[in-house]
C-alpha cells in the first residue's frame, strides 16, 4: 500500500541554522500539508499547499517557514533560522482531493531538535 | 475557531474488552467531518473511522464504532474485542466542509494500553 515517507527521521541542528524536511506524498495525491507537535501538546497545521501554491497557513507558518515542491515527488518544509521553540514532531500528509472530507495520509514524521 | 478536546490522556483496557474514547468539539459551524486517527509507536497517523456531520447514523468500521452527538458536540470512539495491535495514541480531529479549509484541528490524544 503506497505510503508518505519523510526523511530524515531526527534532526538535530544549531539555533540559527536552516533546516529543510523532506517528505514524499503518494503518488497521485494532489493536496500536501504539514503539520507539527510540540512535545506534549495537540497536532498543529502548518500550511496546505496545492498546484504549487500555498492553499491555506496558520499563524504559525511565518516567513522563516517555506514550502516547495522542486520536483514531481517530494515536498519540503525549510525553517530559515530555527530557534529553540522550533523543536517538535513535524508531519507531512497528502490527500487525493482537498474537499469532500478526503482522507489525509501521514508520514511517520521527522522528530527536529533545535539545541 | 474550533478546538477538540480529549479529555482522557491516557486509558488501559483488557485484551478482547470494550473500551471507550471520549472527543468533544467546540464549533459554530453546522457541516463538518469527525475523525478518530491512530497513531501506533514509531508509526505513521492511519485514519480509522469518519463521520459526516450531516448523517445521523453513527459511522462503524469492524471492532471501531463511534457515537457521535452533534447537539451535545461529542464524538465518542467505541473499541470493541480489543487486540494488543490496537494500542496505539489515538487523535480525534475536527475538519470545516465549509469555506474550502483543509486543515485537521486535532484533541491532544488518549494514550491506549491493551492488557494481555
Known amino acids: 500500500e503506497p505510503e508518505v515517507t519523510q526523511t530524515p527521521s531526527h534532526q538535530v541542528t544549531q539555533m540559527g541554522q536552516e533546516v529543510i524536511l523532506r517528505c514524499v506524498p503518494i503518488s497521485n495525491h494532489l493536496y500536501f500539508y504539514w503539520y507539527r507537535q510540540i512535545l506534549g501538546q495537540k497536532v498543529e497545521f502548518l500550511v496546505s499547499f496545492y498546484n504549487n501554491e500555498i492553499s491555506e497557513k496558520s499563524e504559525i507558518f511565518d516567513d522563516q517557514f517555506s514550502v516547495e515542491r522542486p520536483d514531481g515527488s517530494n515536498f519540503t518544509l525549510k525553517i530559515r533560522s530555527t530557534k529553540l521553540e522550533d523543536s517538535a514532531m513535524y508531519f507531512c500528509a497528502s490527500s487525493r482531493q482537498g474537499t469532500l472530507g478526503y482522507e489525509q495520509y501521514f508520514g511517520p514524521g521527522t522528530r527536529l531538535t533545535v539545541t | 475557531a474550533q478546538t477538540v478536546t480529549q479529555s482522557q490522556p491516557e486509558m488501559s483496557v483488557q485484551e478482547a474488552e470494550t473500551v471507550t474514547l471520549s472527543c468533544t468539539y467546540d464549533?459554530?459551524?453546522?457541516?463538518?467531518?469527525l475523525f478518530w486517527y491512530k497513531q501506533p509507536p514509531s508509526r505513521q497517523m492511519i485514519l480509522v473511522i469518519r463521520?459526516?456531520?450531516?448523517?445521523?447514523q453513527n459511522a462503524t468500521e469492524n471492532r471501531f464504532s463511534v457515537n457521535f452527538q452533534k447537539a451535545a458536540k461529542s464524538f465518542s470512539l467505541k473499541i470493541s474485542d480489543s487486540q494488543l495491535g490496537d494500542a496505539a495514541m489515538y487523535f480525534c480531529?475536527?475538519?470545516?466542509?465549509?469555506?474550502?479549509?483543509?486543515?485537521?484541528?486535532f484533541g491532544k490524544g488518549t494514550k491506549l494500553t491493551v492488557n494481555p
Open positions: 464549533t459554530s459551524e453546522s457541516d463538518y467531518y
Open positions: 463521520q459526516e456531520a450531516y448523517k445521523q
Open positions: 480531529a475536527y475538519r470545516s466542509a465549509m469555506g474550502g479549509s483543509e486543515k485537521l484541528v
